[in-house]
């Protein structure tokens, strides 16, 4: 079992910044893929940004490339999505994700995720 808990949303105005971070415990996280979803009121949850076990590829969904940026501290257990040039549209509910059987190929489906985290409230006024 795993357990993923995001922190640092909040409100920000346009052009802004935020830091995501997903503190995960449980079962090794080193071996697993993560992945940052977001969903709006009223819209479906939808893939943001993805990164695989050891940090060396990466996919984000094309709303958000060159704006935002994932990573991971295999140390901490932790993944972050750090988020520049923030825009109203950004405006969701930020979920961070794992799946025991994760590849490149599909890190971007949201069925292929098993473990979710409660999400952060990301803010942007115009």
């Known amino acids: 079992q795993v357990q993923l808990v995001e922190s640092g949303g909040g409100l920000v105005q346009a052009g802004g910044s935020l830091r995501l971070s997903c503190a995960a415990s449980?079962?090794?996280?080193?071996?697993?893929?993560m992945g940052w979803f977001r969903q709006a009121p009223g819209k479906e949850r939808e893939f943001v940004a993805a990164i695989n076990w050891s940090g060396s590829s990466t996919l984000y969904a094309d709303s958000v490339k060159g704006r935002f940026t994932i990573s991971r501290d295999s140390a901490k257990n932790t993944v972050y999505l750090q988020m520049n040039s923030l825009k109203p549209e950004d405006t969701a509910v930020y979920h961070c994700?794992?799946?025991?059987?994760?590849?490149?190929?599909?890190?971007?489906?949201?069925?292929?995720?098993?473990?979710w985290g409660q999400g952060t409230q990301v803010t942007v006024s115009s």
């Open positions: 994700a794992t799946g025991r059987t994760l590849t490149i190929a599909t890190m971007k489906s949201l069925e292929r995720y098993d473990y």
């Open positions: 449980g079962r090794t996280f080193s071996n697993y893929a």
